[in-house]
């Protein structure tokens, strides 16, 4: 697993509905369709708003993903159900990561309830540190978040960074920010991370329900 794309959207209004069934739909397009999308997850935020983090094995699987039927759909009805439309609510949205380091789930399929991103950028000069904790990470979460199902951390550019983790159910996600990985993000944030702990790392938490998922 060597690449994610992440995009965040919103409904139009009074489109919500239709919206959450278009994604659903969409994961079992995936799961039938897309053998290099590795995982892909519809999400939902508190404040209404929508995204989708999906992951695979290298550049051709991404491009494969967005020559593929889900998209293709997408964009067909993203006039009527995307704030913004296809170009400016979607494609403009888009961000395309690398992935560093990753814990997968024991069972592929195994249902996730909800899932968390945190971007991060690195302070000057302090890129390569902040990689390597996170790419450190991963056999930490493996060995003592049973309750983190997928943890990833990712590269944007050369000094923006992210995570995105699933988790079984509410408990699962206070389990890992109590963890031994929060744990060490939070005493090195202030020489790490642009804004410290406060407002480079939980003022930039995403907390999202899975409202649709496939996974190989």
Do not use: C
Not at 50 to 55: L, P, V
């Amino acid at each position: 697993m060597k690449e994610a794309s992440y995009i965040p959207f919103e409904a139009k209004s009074g489109q919500d509905k239709e919206l959450t069934a278009f994604l659903k739909e969409g994961a079992t397009l995936v799961a039938q369709t897309e053998p290099n999308t590795l995982y892909w997850y519809a999400l939902k935020k508190n404040d209404g708003s929508f995204g989708i983090f999906d992951f695979f094995p290298n550049e051709a699987g991404r491009s494969e993903h967005f020559a593929g039927k889900v998209a293709a759909a997408l964009n067909t009805n993203a006039d009527t159900l995307v704030e913004h439309g296809w170009d400016k609510g979607v494609v403009a949205n888009i961000s395309n990561f690398s992935v560093l380091s990753y814990k997968k789930p024991d069972t592929d399929l195994e249902n996730a309830t909800s899932a968390t991103y945190i971007l991060l950028k690195a302070h000057p000069g302090k890129e390569q540190e902040l990689q390597q904790l996170l790419i450190g990470a991963a056999s930490v979460v493996a060995e003592t978040e049973p309750k983190t199902l997928l943890w990833t951390s990712l590269k944007l550019d050369s000094n923006t960074f992210g995570i995105f983790d699933t988790f079984t159910d509410e408990s699962g996600r206070e389990a890992h920010f109590a963890g031994k990985v929060a744990g060490a993000l939070k005493a090195q944030a202030d020489d790490l991370v642009v804004g410290g702990w406060d407002n480079g790392v939980l003022n930039n938490i995403h907390n999202f329900e899975i409202i649709a998922e496939a996974g190989k």
